[in-house]
């Protein structure tokens, strides 16, 4: 057995952990640079600890899910304004897009050199700026994860910029800033949450020190996910699902995703999809085709029992097969209200250009087992 784990250089997790955040900076730099995603009214509490801990602030807003002109942006900000240190909240897009300008601030030469997929995928040649990634959704774990994904739209593709380096140096989770989500951002960044505790768990790649995030993120997803959506105020559910999104984090930065996650990159790149309600749409219908791919080809694979408990933890019941798993997880995106894939204009005649990128994503590599172009298309249809 050889293995590595790789996380963030420290891990603050609480209610009104935020306020810790300027004690934090301040020991990291002088200077920071603030990304933030949509809402500036999220920044004031950050802003205030961090100007009361003597911390100077630039802003840098990112809009919607970060592209590699807007981090190559932001990183040019920052060497302006003499940043030395980036802190990022709020949803996973704007923690990559911090994650992203750190590493891009200090590593000189076009984004392109370091990309997967479309670019030339060379490492880094210098340590990013110190980073602080503080999540006010609970989903995409992006907080203790090596990487940053990135939209490409010239080539209608998203992709990562990728090194042990990007490590966050601090990740800071406070449920608290997550109360105030609405209940369908709740449910699409829920489900990511809930994906990215599942494909490591049943990945070949999976190792002791994940599988305890794991059926953890996976136990507290199952009970309280759909709680957090019907009643945003339930503190408890909400400190689940945080909790839930973390765990995610941890293990898919140091294990492997599958085939859910192997869809969502091409098809986030290609349409105006949201990441969340890629993987909330298409999870059950992965579930399912992996399981009757295992049970036809690979009956003794130890996969099939890894998804029998995801299914007993999820749903609670002791018995529980692995098809009642898939089962519960397409039913709960269609009772927490996920859009199928058809609200997005994807139409069957789509599906070819699909499932021949997919195929060759690098989370696809990570699935159970190799599935083939019909049952990726199936897949497809499934979630239509």
Known sequence: MRFEFATAGRIIF???ALREAGALAAALGRRALVVRGRNPERLAPLLETLRAAG???????VAGEPTVEAATAGAALARAEGCDLVVALGGGSALDAGKAIAALTT?????????EVVGRGQPLVAAPLPCIAIPTTAGTGSEVTRNAVLGVPAERVKVSLRSPLMLPRVALVDPELT???????TASTGMDALTQCLEPFVSPAATPLTDGPCREGLRRAGRSLRRACHDGSDREAREDMALASL???LALANARLGAV?????PLGGMYAVPHGAICARLLGPVMAANI???RERAPHSPALARYAEAAHLLTGEPGATPEQG??????LADELGIPRLAAYGITTSDFPAIVARASRASSMQGNPITLSDEELTAILHAAL
């Open 292 to 294: 009757g791919a295992l």
């Open 14 to 16: 609480g209610t009104g």
């Open 107 to 115: 590593n000189p030469g076009d984004p392109l050199d370091y990309l």
């Open 261 to 265: 996650h192997g869809f969502a990159a």
């Open 247 to 249: 765990c995610g984090g």
């Open 179 to 185: 109360y105030d989500l609405p209940a369908a951002v």
């Open 326 to 331: 898939a089962v519960w997880a397409t039913a």
């Open 55 to 61: 911390v100077a602030v630039v802003t840098f807003a």
